[in-house]
C-alpha cells in the first residue's frame, strides 16, 4: 500500500493522542487486543506492514475509538492516501479456429472411398460373404482429475473492546474522569451539555455532578446511576 498526498498525519495523530492519554504501549494493546507492532505501524504510517487493505482499516478505527479520536475521519483520510485498488482485467481466450481441409486430402480420401467401393462391389459378384468383422469395444474416455484448491483461513478481525460513554439527556452535569481509580490521572473534567456524548476507555473512576442527568453505557449496557439528588461517584 502506498500513501497519496497527505491532508494529515494519521500516524502522529494516533501517537500524540496515546500519549495524552498516559498510556504505553502494553497499554494500548491490552485495551485495543490488538498487537503492539501493527499500533506502532499505524502510528509511523507504515500501513505495507499490516495484514492487508481491509485488516488496516480495521485496525485503525479500534485504535482511534480507544484513543477517543474521531474514527471516521481518521478512516476516511486513510481511504484518501490508500485508495481501493483496481480489479484486475478480465483475460479473454479466444476460441480455436478449426483448420480447413485440405484439397490434396480430400482428393486422397475420395479416391480411397471409390478403391474401397470397388472392392466391395467385386466381392459381392463373386458370392456373398460369410465372414463377420466384430466391432471393436468403445472405450469409455477417463475422466480427467479434479483438483481441489486447499481452503483459504483469514484471520478473524479483533473486536474493539466496548468503550463507555456518558450521554446528557435532561440537563447539564459536571463530570471528572479519572484513569483507573480516585486517585489516578485526570482523562477529563468538565460540563457535559444535553446531545453531547464523552467516550472513555473502560477501567475508570468518575464523579458525577448531576447523575440524574446522564446516561453511562459501556457498549450497550446500560451502568446504573442510583442517586437521583446529589452527586455520585462510580467505577466502570
Not at 468403445?138 to 483459504?152: I, L, N, Q, R, T
Not at 453505557?217 to 467505577?235: D, F, I, T, Y
Amino acid at each position: 500500500m502506498h500513501n497519496a498526498g497527505r491532508v494529515f498525519d494519521i500516524g502522529a495523530s494516533l501517537a500524540a493522542a496515546r500519549k495524552a492519554e498516559g498510556l504505553r504501549l502494553v497499554d494500548a494493546e491490552r485495551l485495543t487486543c490488538l498487537r503492539g507492532k501493527y499500533l506502532l505501524a499505524l502510528e509511523h504510517d507504515d500501513f505495507d506492514s499490516l495484514p492487508g487493505r481491509v485488516y488496516a482499516r480495521a485496525f485503525l478505527r479500534t485504535y482511534a475509538d480507544v484513543l477517543g479520536l474521531d474514527a471516521d475521519l481518521l478512516v476516511a483520510e486513510f481511504d484518501e492516501q490508500v485508495p481501493e485498488p483496481e480489479d484486475d482485467e478480465l483475460t479473454v481466450v479466444l476460441p480455436r479456429v478449426k483448420r480447413p481441409f485440405p484439397a490434396r486430402l480430400a482428393a486422397l480420401a475420395a479416391g480411397a472411398a471409390i478403391l474401397v467401393g470397388a472392392v466391395a462391389w467385386a466381392g459381392f459378384s463373386n458370392g456373398p460373404s460369410h465372414v463377420h468383422t466384430p466391432l471393436a469395444p468403445k472405450v469409455a474416455a477417463a475422466a480427467p482429475p479434479v483438483h481441489h484448491a486447499p481452503p483459504v483461513h483469514h484471520p478473524a478481525a479483533p473486536v474493539a473492546p466496548a468503550l463507555l460513554s456518558i450521554h446528557a439527556v435532561s440537563g447539564t452535569c459536571w463530570v471528572q474522569v479519572r484513569k483507573g481509580g480516585a486517585d489516578g490521572p485526570v482523562l477529563y473534567e468538565g460540563d457535559v451539555y444535553p446531545g453531547q456524548t464523552l467516550h472513555f476507555a473502560p477501567r475508570v473512576w468518575m464523579r458525577l455532578g448531576a447523575p440524574w442527568n446522564v446516561v453511562v453505557r459501556r457498549g450497550s449496557h446500560a451502568v446504573p446511576v442510583s442517586s437521583q439528588s446529589e452527586p455520585e461517584n462510580l467505577v466502570a
